[in-house]
Each structure stands twice: as C-alpha cells, then as structure tokens.
C-alpha cells in the first residue's frame, strides 16, 4: 500500500520507490493521479502498478533530486517526466508517450 504524505496535496504530487539490491539503485516514480492505471497504445502496454511505482506520496522536486541517487530510473507522468527534462537530467528526445503519458527509462553505465 501507497504512504500517503498529509503535505503534498492530492493530483500535485507524485509517487516515488526506490529499490536497493546489491550495489543497483532503481527508482520508480509516476505522477500521483496515474498510480494503479493501465495504458495502452497499439502493441505498448503501461502498466502503472502500485507494486511497482505505489512507494511513499512525495513532490515533483524530490523525485528529480532522486534521479543522481539512482542507477536505473523509470518516470511516468507529465509533472514528473517534464520536470526531469526541464532540470537537465532527462533529454526531451528519449521521451516516449503510450497513449498520451510521457516516460523514459534511464540507465547509468
């Protein structure tokens, strides 16, 4: 189950989990209103799992703050991907969109 954070108020925020496994960091993040939805589009399937992406309710700011932390980053969502490349850290070109909803994956090697 999601936590949720009494700060961020509903629909602004976004949810963020952070996997440690070894020396790997993985974080998954969506924009809080997208959390337990399905996308498709044509053959793509996005699945926006609570299991995968339902961590704790955060802000846009710490999600992108997240990004140097992180090995394997995975973002969902117009707040959270459009804030990534607006701070740099994502380039607009590697953005997909699956029926309308931005996201990118980013691996560190």
Do not use: W
Not at 30 to 49: F, P
Not at 86 to 94: C, I, N, P, Q, T
Request: proline share 4%.
């Amino acid at each position: 189950m999601p936590e949720e954070n009494p700060t961020v108020p509903k629909g602004r925020g976004a949810y963020l989990k952070i996997f440690k496994q070894q020396n790997m960091v993985l974080i998954a993040a969506c924009d809080g209103e997208l959390l337990g939805n399905v996308y498709r589009e044509g053959r793509l399937k996005m699945d926006v799992s609570r299991e995968f992406y339902g961590g704790r309710l955060t802000d846009v700011e710490e999600v992108v703050r997240s990004i140097d932390l992180a090995d394997v980053v995975n973002l969902v969502g117009e707040r959270v991907v459009g804030e990534a490349v607006r701070s740099g850290k994502v380039h607009r070109d590697a953005v997909i969109r699956i029926a309308g909803i931005p996201h990118v994956q980013i691996m560190k090697l």
